[in-house]
T-cell receptor, first 111, second 114 residues
């Protein structure tokens, strides 16, 4: 079964707005990662947050992690049309050595 | 695609036929993995290999995996079924991420079984 579930399934915003997508998971984890997938570049790693971290930034990306609620959020600030893609969270469960992916959020940024 | 190549890009199989999806990396990383991606279901792990010559988990029914060397990681569909229609993605670890399992993915093979 999938480790992660993402919310919303689809999100449509205007260019320049912020986009927030959420991920929930079921078991204890070592880390949580976010990936982006679009038709041009395939599936690309964006950012990783470890289980002992609460927030991480990379450029226009901000990730938070709440292990007590088993949830994470990805914020993309000042969105661009090029951010249009599907975004997936993926977890490495404690004691495991592989990724479990969520079902993804489809983000559309309207120019 | 970050040093992971997959062939073919597209293929159509008939039920019962077999074929091998090829995956190769241009780095000397031990860990490689195969996922399948279906609409609305995200990516599901099929198999991973920590190093050449090792088998690390039970291979799901309908698939056969080999890892004779570090570079190549082929996935074989033994007797294809329509339920195996999917996009197959191969991956290797990003450098320096052995313990965190961050991965580079190949461009994928879109397989249709009729």
């Amino acid at each position: 079964s999938q480790q992660g579930e993402e919310d919303p399934q689809a999100l449509s915003i205007q260019e320049g707005e912020n986009a927030t997508m959420n991920c929930s998971y079921k078991t204890s984890i070592n880390n949580l990662q976010w990936y982006r997938q679009n038709s041009g570049r395939g599936l690309v790693h964006l950012i990783l947050i470890r289980s002992n971290e609460r927030e991480k930034h990379s450029g226009r990306l901000r990730v938070t992690l709440d292990t007590s609620k088993k949830s994470s959020s990805l914020l993309i600030t000042a969105s661009r049309a090029a951010d249009t893609a599907s975004y997936f969270c993926a977890t490495v469960q404690t004691g495991a050595n592989n990724l479990f992916f969520g079902t993804g959020t489809r983000l559309t940024v309207i120019p | 695609n970050a040093g992971v190549t997959q062939t073919p890009k597209f293929h159509i199989l008939k039920t019962g036929q077999s074929m091998t999806l090829q995956c190769a990396q241009d780095m000397n990383h031990g860990y490689m993995s195969w996922y399948r991606q279906d609409p609305g279901m995200g990516l599901r792990l099929i198999y991973y290999s920590a190093a050449a010559g090792t088998t690390d988990k039970e291979v799901p029914n309908g698939y056969n995996v080999s890892r004779l060397n570090t570079e190549d990681f082929p996935l074989r569909l033994v007797s294809a079924a329509p339920s195996q229609t999917s996009v197959y993605l191969c991956a290797r670890l990003r450098p320096g991420t052995v313990n965190s399992y961050e991965q580079y993915f190949g461009p994928g093979t879109r397989l249709t079984v009729t």
